[in-house]
């Protein structure tokens, strides 16, 4: 079974934040309509990997939806959105807060149409203080929360290519939209989800502002270097890179053991503790740059498995694709039936496994306007409206 069954979500989010959102609510089993522009969202194009110009993230965050296009700035509009919205037991937007107002997607004028509805929303900054009215992406709130400064080196700060606010903003939206329809199960209210940007990414680096609101440390940027143990850091092999990160006086010592002088470093009182490690970091990362640049990456890698100290290679992204965990594990789902594609995509299925309850990709991402007339008939439009909206331009 799938816990969402029944559920309707509507998704009018672009980008990531948004339609992420409504895509975890899909992967549970909700019925998640994209209502989208003629044509298709910008958001479809970002990346094309197809010959019709869909992009990557577009393929991420689609899957299992079903898309309604429909000029919103046309009157006619209005009734389908509020037959669409009566239907619907989740809205999710990511828009600024005046252009929900605009197209009457506020959470007061979505209860007038529906009581019990939950409006989950993502905004960069939030709903008050000085930034409310800004817009934002993933590096800005990276870079506002301080990970960018510690992410690089002094004078060049660093972004993370993975954009990990905008998907765990995602998840953390979708994470409030089921404590919502928790809280509705229960007392038949609707609510609002609010999320940020701005305070996932804090959420995220916390505990390097907990540390710098406690002590006033300064730290700066050491590049892949962890600051707080060692030897955590990449790795030069014979024939790419690794990286290990080794925490705790137990790995430490097995560390030192493989090194062959462990008595070295457990006499040591510069090595007592993992921040002492971190603070006098430069003997014990030469010791290790230069065990590694002996080794291949598999040798290495598979040497400090055997002591027990994690470690990884620095895969690019063709080795992540064939990876062997990641095809045991089923992490990747391919998708071959979506128009245009010159060869099948590899889309991250639902990334965590209920014992119980089925889940995941159903279905490829939709064409723009895919659902359109089938959505309208449900919503008890008749055939003749369906043509007359389509022939005027309202729908696609």
Partial sequence: MTVLQGIRVLDFGRYVAGPYCATLLGYLGADVIRVERLGGGEDRFIAPITA?????????????????????????????LRRLIGSADVVVANLPPATLA????????????????????????????PYRDRGGFDGVAQAMSGAMYITGVPGAPAKAA?????????????????????????????????????????????????????????????????????????????????????????????????????A????????????????????????????????????????????????????????????????????LKVVADYPGLARPAQVCDLPVSLSRLSGGIRNAPPRAGEHTTAILASLGFTAAEITALSASGVTG
């Fill in 102 to 129: 605009a197209l009457e997607l506020d959470y007061e004028s979505l209860c007038q149409v529906r009581p019990d509805i939950i409006l989950a929303t993502q905004t960069a900054f939030g709903d008050t203080g």
């Fill in 52 to 80: 019709h110009g869909e992009g990557a993230v577009f393929l991420q965050t689609a899957c299992n939806k079903r898309s309604l296009a429909l000029d919103l700035r046309r009157p006619e509009a209005r009734e389908i």
């Fill in 264 to 331: 070295a470093w457990d006499n040591d009182p510069r090595y007592r503790t993992d921040q002492s490690r971190g603070d006098h970091s430069e003997e014990i990362l030469a010791r290790m740059r230069s065990w590694c640049a002996q080794r291949s990456t598999a040798q290495a890698v598979a040497e400090l498995e055997r002591a027990g100290i994690p470690a990884g290679p620095v895969l690019t992204p063709q080795q992540a694709l064939d990876d062997p965990q990641v095809a045991a594990m089923g992490f």
């Fill in 162 to 262: 993975a954009p990990y606010v905008d998907y765990t903003t995602a998840v953390l939206a979708a994470f409030g939209t089921l404590a919502a329809l928790m809280h509705r199960r229960a007392s038949g209210e609707g609510q609002e989800v609010k999320a940020t940007l701005l305070g996932t990414a804090l959420a995220v680096f916390n505990s390097h502002l907990i540390e710098q609101s406690v002590t006033q440390i300064g730290r700066v940027g050491s590049g892949n270097r962890v600051q707080t143990s060692a030897p955590s850091d990449v790795f030069a092999t014979r024939d790419g890179h690794l990286l290990t990160h080794v925490v705790g006086n137990a790995i430490f010592r097995r560390w030192a053991q493989l090194m062959g002088d462990a």
